[in-house]
């Protein structure tokens, strides 16, 4: 929508040389002519909404999604909406409505997902904050393929309203709505902006003292077999962050080994299909793929897609098929949903009210393009919070010897925020932050 955008900056620039004063002006318009991308799956109006479904190719948005609307009104220009994955469930942005979004560090990488487009087009220097949906990492894994920063906000903070698909039953206490971008500082506007009255549960406006916080970390998930071990430069990455922390602050970082992390993916995949306290059901991906059509057969989309006759990509109907088996084990994932309550309450009386723990994003850097399909399971280093509740940001820390981006996540207790934000500004000063493709 440029041609709309400069139609509004024209009216930003109008409305500053008309002069109602600055401090009149920040507070009522605190992101005042500053460019946005939306994640296609939210309604911007007049833009499609497909989510990457064929089915939806006409679909346009009528009105704007609750965040979207709340970001426009504090004077942000949207630009246009962003590539995702296949009904924002797979950790490529690759779809049959719009093709594949490429890595800007490096075109046969991946751009992660499903805000993968939001995450290249913000290290790509076209936008400079954007807005993406977090259900099992889908804005963390495109930040950190992509070198810039993200984060899922505690859940329950920001209105989900205005998504395809949104969350129902259970997993409305796992979708989260979140800033992206590629300086730390504006994370917390953006949260407060995004978040409306529901910031009020964040304290955002306490002052952190990083020398009082406890530092944690853990270098991997404990040696799940559903997932590849973590790369030895995020490792060495990781390592320099807590070297640094401990010679410049002063503070003691401590390792932890947190047993049922070694399952994450397992307890993901159960509480993500479980029922709500009222005894719903979680919506079936399956029905989500016939969403403005006719119901979709996973098996036969697989028979159609071995010889090019499907509209839906691979990793769709993997999935499809996939939830199905997640029935047969009822007795299997009580037990896990049992486990990841048991986790979230160790995790929150571990970190408490000053505890951030560092994590890895990811066990790879950017996987080439099709590779995740061979290790499908991976995104479990950031699903896991989502089914915690935890806030977590992605920060990035350079460049990796292939001139592929490298980071971290940072997680606390819910409602503390404001701690990850804060470290997050800190490890950027540190660590120089984004990094412009193609500079080195």
Known sequence: RFEEALQEAQQVDKLLSEGPGDDYLEEKFPLLGVPITVKEAFSLHGMPN?????????????????????????????????NCSELCMWYESSNRVYGRTNNPYDLQRIAGGSSGGEGSVLAAACSVIGVGSDIGGSIRMPAFFNGVFGHKPTTGVVPNDGQFPNARGVRTSFLCTGPMCRYAEDLEPMLKVMAGSGVNKLKLNEKVSLEKIKFYCMDHDGGSIFVSPVDKELLQAQKKVVEHLESELGVQVQRVAVHKMKYSFQIWSAMMSSKDNDGQE?????????????????????????????????????????????????GGNAKLVSMGKSLKEEMEALLGLDGVLLYPSHPTVAPRHHSPICMPFNFAYTAIFNVLGLPVTQCPLGLSSEGLPLGIQLVAASYNDHLTLAVACYLEKAFGGWVLPGKV
Do not use: C, Y
């Open 50 to 82: 497909t989510s990457g479904l064929v089915n939806r190719h006409n679909v346009i948005a009528t009105s704007d999604a609750t965040v979207v609307s709340r970001l426009k009104q504090a004077g942000a220009i949207p630009l246009g909406v962003t």
């Open 282 to 330: 979680a919506q079936l991906f399956t029905d989500l793929l016939g969403d403005h059509g006719k119901p979709v057969w996973p098996l036969w989309e697989l028979i159609k897609w071995l010889v090019g006759m499907s509209s839906h990509t691979l990793p769709a109907i993997a999935l499809g098929l996939t939830e199905k088996l997640m029935k047969l084990n009822p």
